[in-house]
């Protein structure tokens, strides 16, 4: 299976390297020198690891065959794959694997998946609700309790508001009735 570890950013300096967006939790082992992975897009081939260094919290590879700031520039954008035997761990995904999946709440749809962050403490779901809203959703067991990638879907028990904390509220509903923030009724207390 080919899992995506990294997104190739901006050239860095003259001599074709680049910075990269790492999308794996073991960087200092998985881009040592030698290293060879597969692209996308596949026009540019595959590209092997001549040189990786951290210059503060970023990474900077170089490839062999990169040795100018104009050949950095033509990976811009392209994503590193490599070829894991490892795919038994039952409680992780990759983000390729959620993308678009539906979310669910019971029974209905409130979006889809649009992304996965990857953060120190915590993941964060990217969900696009059913307007188009971005809402940032914790990767944890007790708010996202099921991951069915082959029924297309991902399970979801948010806490109250979560999908309606940051929507405008109106003042009033046609009844006069003050609505609180889940969007339910009731009377301005």
């Avoid at 300096?13 to 073991?26: M, W, Y």
């Avoid at 082992?29 to 990786?52: H, M, N, Q, W, Y």
């Avoid at 520039?73 to 539906?102: I, K, N, P, Q, V």
């Avoid at 990638?149 to 979801?156: A, D, F, K, R, S």
Wanted: hydrophobic share 40%.
């Amino acid at each position: 299976m080919q899992v995506q570890v990294a997104r190739i950013g901006k050239p860095h300096g003259i001599k074709g390297e680049v910075t990269v967006l790492v999308l794996t939790d073991a960087p200092e082992s998985r881009f040592d020198v030698g290293a060879e992975f597969v692209v996308e897009p596949a026009s540019i081939g595959s590209l092997t690891v001549k040189s990786s260094r951290w210059n503060k919290d970023i990474l900077l590879l170089g490839f062999e065959g990169t040795n100018t700031r104009n050949d950095a520039e033509l990976l811009r954008g392209a994503t590193m794959f490599f070829e894991s035997e490892d795919d038994e761990d039952d409680d992780a995904w990759y983000e390729h694997e959620l993308l678009d999946l539906e979310v669910r709440v019971g029974t209905e749809k409130v979006g889809k998946v649009t992304g996965l962050r990857t953060l120190a403490v915590q993941d964060l779901l990217i969900v696009e609700d059913n307007e188009g809203d971005e809402v940032l959703v914790p990767f944890v067991d007790e708010i996202v309790p099921e991951v069915n990638i082959e029924g297309g879907y991902v399970l979801l028990t948010p806490p109250a508001g979560l999908f309606t904390v940051n929507k405008e509220v109106t003042a009033s509903d046609e009844s006069g009735e003050a609505a609180d923030l889940n969007g339910s009724e009731g009377s301005a207390e």
